[in-house]
């Protein structure tokens, strides 16, 4: 019993931010916080990354302004996990995910300060 709660407690103080010094951006990268919810954006997969995005094509029904190209097709992204930061240092838009069996979960995407 013993030994699992010192593998318990050494498990523990292992785990860390998805991103690392000296990753650029990566304390940036860390205080990404969710539209909804206000947990983090980042967990400890590195689910953050830069990505290619565009604004949705005028005329079109969805409240989506934003759709991003990732896991091989254009994506529209929920208006409810954009965050609206004006210090993207990247230069690029930034999305946040996580891929399952099921699909893509968005925790938030980020566009450049460009827009």
Known sequence: M???VVGLVALAGSVAFGHEAPEPFADWYNALRRPAGGGSCC??????????YRISPPGDDTESEFEAFYNGDWHRIPEADVVRRHDNPTGEGVL????????????????????
Not at 43 to 52: R, S
Not at 96 to 115: A, M, Q, W
């Open 43 to 52: 967990g400890n997969d590195h689910d953050c990354a830069t990505v290619e």
């Open 96 to 115: 946040c995910k996580r891929n399952y069996s099921s699909g893509t979960f968005i925790l938030c995407f980020v566009p450049s300060d460009e827009l």
């Open 2 to 4: 013993r030994l699992l």
